[in-house]
């Protein structure tokens, strides 16, 4: 649990995950920084933008890939609930 100094309230994260390809790289001279590039970078920015406070929203392709996991004795690797259709620019 992360608690800002300011008010000292629970930070609400929102987080969204996408799998595909992407390019990275040092970007500047004078600061520089480490920067992912591609349509995956993209979409998983979309999925963390319109995601529900204190969730994970993944995408339909990540779902697919993750559901590809066996599944243990105790139950699923992972657990999912849908959120039906979320528009996204």
Same mark, same amino acid.
């Given at each position: 649990l992360v608690k800002p100094p300011a008010d000292g309230k629970p930070l609400q994260l929102r987080i969204g995950i996408h799998t595909g390809h992407c &390019?990275?790289? *040092? *970007?500047?001279? +004078? #600061?520089?920084?480490?920067? +992912?590039?591609?349509? &995956? *970078?993209?979409? #998983?920015?979309r999925h963390e933008s319109t995601g529900a406070a204190g969730k994970i929203q993944c995408s339909k392709d990540l779902y697919e890939h993750l559901a590809e996991f066996p599944a243990e004795s105790q139950g699923p690797l992972y657990k999912f609930t849908p959120r039906g259709y979320v528009e996204m620019k």
């Open positions: &390019m990275g790289g *040092v *970007v500047g001279t +004078l #600061t520089p920084h480490y920067c +992912l590039f591609g349509d &995956m *970078v993209n979409t #998983t920015s």
